[in-house]
């Protein structure tokens, strides 16, 4: 197996005096699907917004330990949070696409670093659409507003424009949630072919998702993790007694 | 006395229609009453040349041009000051006590009443800073008076634009500054440009406040410190000294043309907008 890029060390974090995430020790790596399974609450969601420093927008969010993405700690004060939300993109439960067309919500981001040429634009535009699987669907409408889009559509839309950034790791928070069993079929299609060129990381409440398309799967429960194993391994024989019963659906 | 629901009904029903038609028709009924006096005052002639004989001849032309003046400076300083402070109190500060008493000064600010703007306009642009009765002395003042209503337009307006855009905006690698000017105040903008033109109302319709810091003066304004007479101004001086009626009538009725132009213009291009960026 190749080296970590993602290291989590003694991690926990708080929002307030609530603990949401326990000393969490565990490795991701490189172009893989790590999958997240865990009943409502057990700081999934948290996790990710922590990997790409979302969290910092809650009130009274803090952390303990550390996370090393590419060997550096995010979390030291020195670390420019701009560039890297820019290297790890995130694509939420609910497909939002910001209220203006197709084409600039796949260039918003890469706007914002004052690039404008017109032809790398384009190029860019179609490249992100064709990985994210929407490029025939929209190609002659990149103009019209992306809200008019079907809500599968729109999640294929959030995934583009995260790619159009050219980022190293994709995370996807419950990507399908809200979504009906095509779109989420096609959503994750798109997600096997893009393991060979980024490290992503899905959440999801749907733990036959895992099993479809996650190479490895880690369990949480109220904010700890109580397993981590390959995707076959942990559906199979769980090492744990609560993975098994959250997997037979005991509870959850 | 019990009533069938059905009975109830009804005769709540007609009470809600009874009250919708009696404000529906106090409205109709200002309008009738001004337009049937003002309209046949109207003429080209009344909104191109000034006013001669204290207003008893001659048309309205400077008080159209002060009126314009004044307000374009009111919101020429109070839009920047209260937009700013909208995305201040919403984006840049956590709900607590200081944007509690922020927000509770801007609604005592809004409960003043306008003749204390004037007496305060008076007393400071008029006398303390010497700007004298003028243009800029009365734009200044009707600025702090409609600061309120910008603010608090301009922040529900921010408010209700939803937070997953700033999510989305933020997980894309946009600073602060960014999302607000790329996601935020578009999306905020046809309630920070309702907010405006109800400025723009009060400000055109603004009487007491304007009397005591522009003066009244009937000559064409030739610069900022010049002192002039609004149309507001002018209607109250016609119709409260007895000077000329048909004139009075004739002002008013083209202040409320003109607030209707605005609002139709304004709810129409901001259609347009919309549709055009949806």
């Known amino acids: 197996m190749n080296e970590a890029v993602i290291q989590v060390r003694n991690f926990s974090h708080y929002y307030g005096r609530n603990c949401s995430l326990k000393n969490l020790n565990f490795d991701v790596y490189p172009h893989e699907i790590l999958g997240i399974i865990?009943?409502?609450?057990?700081?999934?969601?948290?996790?990710?917004?922590?990997?790409?420093?979302?969290?910092?927008?809650?009130?009274?969010?803090r952390i303990e330990g550390k996370i090393l993405i590419d060997g550096q700690d995010i979390f030291r004060p020195e670390v420019d949070v701009v560039a890297l939300r820019r290297k790890i993109g995130m694509v939420f439960a609910?497909?939002?696409?910001?209220?203006?067309?197709?084409?600039?919500?796949?260039?918003?981001?890469?706007?914002?670093?004052?690039?404008?040429?017109?032809?790398?634009?384009?190029?860019?535009?179609?490249?992100?659409?064709?990985?994210?699987?929407?490029?025939?669907?929209?190609?002659?409408?990149?103009?019209?507003?992306?809200?008019?889009?079907?809500?599968?559509?729109?999640?294929?839309?959030?995934?583009?424009?995260?790619?159009?950034?050219?980022p190293d790791y994709i995370l996807l928070d419950e990507p399908t949630?809200?979504?009906?069993?095509?779109?989420?079929?096609?959503?994750?299609?798109?997600?096997?072919?893009?393991?060979?060129?980024?490290?992503?990381?899905?959440?999801?409440?749907?733990?036959?998702?895992?099993?479809?398309?996650?190479?490895?799967?880690?369990?949480?429960?109220?904010?700890?993790?109580?397993?981590?194993?390959?995707?076959p391994v942990l559906f199979t024989r769980p090492a744990d007694k609560r993975t098994e019963a959250y997997l037979e659906g005991k509870f959850g | 006395m019990l009533l069938r629901p059905k009975t109830e009904e009804k005769i709540a029903q007609a009470f809600m229609y009874f009250f919708t038609s009696v404000a529906v028709l106090v409205l109709l009924f200002i309008l009738a009453v001004i337009l049937k006096n003002g309209v046949p005052q109207l003429s080209l002639e009344f909104l191109t040349r000034n006013p001669a004989d204290m207003g008893r001849e001659g048309g309205i032309f400077s008080t159209v041009v002060a009126?314009?003046?004044?307000?374009?400076?009111?919101?020429?300083?109070?839009?920047?000051?209260?937009?700013?402070?909208?995305?201040?109190?919403?984006?840049?500060?956590?709900?607590?006590?200081?944007?509690?008493?922020?927000?509770?000064?801007?609604?005592?600010?809004?409960?003043?009443?306008?003749?204390i703007f004037g007496l305060f306009g008076f007393i400071l642009f008029v006398n303390k800073l010497k700007f004298g009765w003028s243009i800029l002395s009365g734009g200044l003042t009707l600025a702090f008076m409609v600061l309120p209503t910008i603010i608090r337009t301009s922040e529900e307006a921010i408010k209700s634009v939803p937070p997953a855009y700033r999510l989305v905006s933020f997980s894309l690698g946009s600073t602060r500054w960014q999302t607000i000017t790329r996601v935020v105040?578009?999306?905020?903008?046809?309630?920070?440009?309702?907010?405006?033109?109800?400025?723009?109302?009060?400000?055109?319709?603004?009487?007491?406040?304007?009397?005591?810091?522009?003066?009244?003066?009937?000559?064409?304004?030739?610069?900022?410190?010049?002192?002039?007479?609004?149309?507001?101004?002018?209607?109250?001086?016609?119709?409260?000294?007895?000077?000329?009626?048909?004139?009075?009538?004739?002002?008013?009725?083209?202040?409320?043309?003109?607030?209707?132009?605005?609002?139709i213009l304004t709810y129409y291009l901001m259609e347009k907008y919309i549709r055009r960026k949806l």
């Open chain 1, 177 to 231: 949630s809200g979504l009906d069993p095509i779109s989420t079929m096609k959503i994750e299609d798109s997600l096997r072919l893009l393991k060979k060129d980024y490290t992503i990381i899905l959440v999801t409440n749907n733990t036959k998702q895992a099993a479809r398309i996650a190479d490895r799967t880690a369990f949480f429960l109220m904010g700890e993790l109580v397993e981590i194993d390959e995707t």
């Open chain 1, 94 to 166: 609910t497909p939002v696409p910001l209220p203006m067309s197709i084409y600039e919500n796949i260039v918003y981001g890469v706007r914002l670093l004052g690039d404008n040429d017109r032809k790398e634009l384009d190029t860019i535009v179609e490249d992100s659409l064709q990985k994210a699987g929407l490029w025939n669907e929209v190609k002659d409408r990149l103009k019209t507003s992306a809200l008019k889009l079907s809500g599968g559509q729109q999640q294929r839309l959030c995934i583009a424009r995260i790619l159009a950034l050219k």
């Open chain 2, 67 to 115: 009126t314009i003046f004044l307000t374009f400076i009111a919101l020429l300083v109070a839009t920047p000051l209260g937009v700013g402070t909208a995305i201040y109190l919403t984006e840049y500060t956590i709900e607590g006590r200081l944007t509690r008493i922020i927000r509770f000064g801007a609604d005592c600010l809004a409960g003043i009443p306008s003749i």
């Open chain 2, 185 to 263: 105040l578009p999306s905020a903008l046809p309630g920070i440009v309702t907010g405006i033109i109800l400025s723009i109302g009060r400000s055109i319709g603004e009487t007491a406040a304007v009397i005591f810091t522009a003066g009244s003066a009937l000559r064409m304004p030739s610069s900022l410190f010049s002192s002039s007479r609004t149309m507001s101004v002018h209607f109250y001086i016609l119709a409260k000294e007895g000077v000329s009626m048909p004139k009075a009538y004739g002002t008013a009725a083209v202040l409320v043309i003109a607030i209707l132009i605005i609002n």
């Open chain 1, 38 to 61: 865990g009943p409502a609450r057990s700081g999934k969601s948290t996790f990710l917004a922590c990997l790409n420093r979302l969290a910092d927008l809650v009130p009274g969010s």
